[in-house]
């Protein structure tokens, strides 16, 4: 009898018992199972050599491939000039284009390259010009060490809402749409406050609720009660230290700049648009992770809980001196990216 298709393991079995438990032949046992006497003698074979009867299949079995190794560069070169396009829209061009294959083979094809969906990261816009100042700034402080960036204090504001649940992805079962664990609540207008503070190597420094919008005079404020005496804690025999704040219009104004001039406090110049070169906004993003961990619906809850992780959190205190030591990466980072975005 010739081949047709594999053998399935019942019949195999049925040819394995016949030749165990009977005295036929081969021939008549090929008779009897349905099968080729050369089918039946491999199987003896097997069970003399004592091998399975279904040995391991080589390499990858299935249907064909559909698509070419020229056809897989074009769906690789149509997704690397349309990045931001779903899976779909990717189909539909790859398809205008000639290749007739379906959304899960594009899917699998971009998955084979590494192209594989992520949410974007998000960084502010560069203008050609910015990217300039802050490639000549990198170069310019290429030179400081661990050591030097350690006496830098380093300055900024940031926002907390309360219900600041940001999740883009939830995993549910049919029927689980609105599930009270499946849904993300929002408010029309909600609280928000401002909060300014300071690290350096020697930890996080006080923190300062702000009022309103952050203009001049309050600003000047912050650095008379939040900064001059932290300044006097971490420094207290006169050490050598720099503040950094960035070019917030409230930073330059003439009076802030007397301020400080009038204190004996060194600036550090500042390129603008570099929230990845300060370190202190690595610190604001694991103050917000762990907020969001709870449901906060009041502004006064917000704050306490606020003040509790910005100080007494074992997260805030083990990345500060990480953060500071990681400057002369993130200034090498930019010097490679000749000014433009880095993944600090």
């Not at 074979?45 to 391991?56: E, F, M, R, T, W």
């Not at 689980?176 to 928000?192: A, L, M, Y």
């Not at 000047?220 to 503040?243: A, I, N, S």
Request: net charge positive; with cysteine; hydrophobic share 35%.
């Amino acid at each position: 009898m010739g081949r047709g298709v594999d053998l399935s393991p019942r019949k195999k079995s049925e040819v394995k018992t016949l030749l165990l438990h009977t005295s036929h032949s081969q021939r008549k046992i090929a008779e009897l199972a349905g099968v080729s006497k050369s089918v039946v003698n491999k199987i003896k074979i097997n069970l003399d050599q004592d091998q399975p009867l279904s040995p391991k299949r080589k390499g990858k079995c299935g249907r064909k491939r559909i698509t070419t190794p020229r056809s897989d560069r074009k769906i690789r070169d149509i997704c690397l000039q349309n990045r931001k396009k779903s899976a779909g829209l990717l189909t539909q061009m790859v398809q205008e284009s000639g290749i007739q294959v379906s959304k899960r083979t594009v899917q699998r094809r971009l998955a084979e390259e590494g192209l594989t969906g992520h949410r974007p990261a998000k960084k502010p816009r560069l203008t050609e010009a910015m990217k300039k100042k802050r490639l000549a700034w990198a170069r310019e402080h290429r030179l400081m060490s661990v050591e030097d960036w350690s006496k830098v204090c380093f300055s900024d504001e940031s926002t907390f809402e309360i219900l600041a649940d940001k999740s883009n992805f939830v995993r549910r079962r049919p029927g689980e749409k609105f599930h009270p664990d499946c849904i993300v609540e929002r408010v029309k207008h909600p609280v928000k406050i401002m909060v300014w503070s300071v690290i350096s190597a020697k930890g996080v420094g006080r923190l300062y609720i702000v009022q309103g919008t952050m203009r001049q005079d309050q600003y000047k404020q912050v650095l008379d009660t939040r900064l001059l005496p932290q300044l006097r804690e971490w420094f207290p025999e006169g050490e050598e230290f720099m503040f950094m704040h960035d070019s917030a219009p409230c930073h330059k104004a003439r009076s802030v700049t007397k301020f400080l001039a009038d204190h004996n406090i060194p600036v550090l110049p500042w390129p603008g648009n570099s929230p990845d070169m300060n370190p202190i906004e690595n610190l604001w993003k694991i103050t917000k992770a762990e907020i969001a961990k709870e449901m906060i619906t009041t502004k006064v809850k917000l704050i306490e809980k606020l003040i509790n992780v910005w100080h007494h959190n074992p997260k805030i205190k083990e990345s500060v001196k990480q953060c500071i030591e990681s400057m002369p990466r993130r200034i090498e980072a930019l010097i490679q990216a000749k000014g433009n975005v880095t993944k600090y």
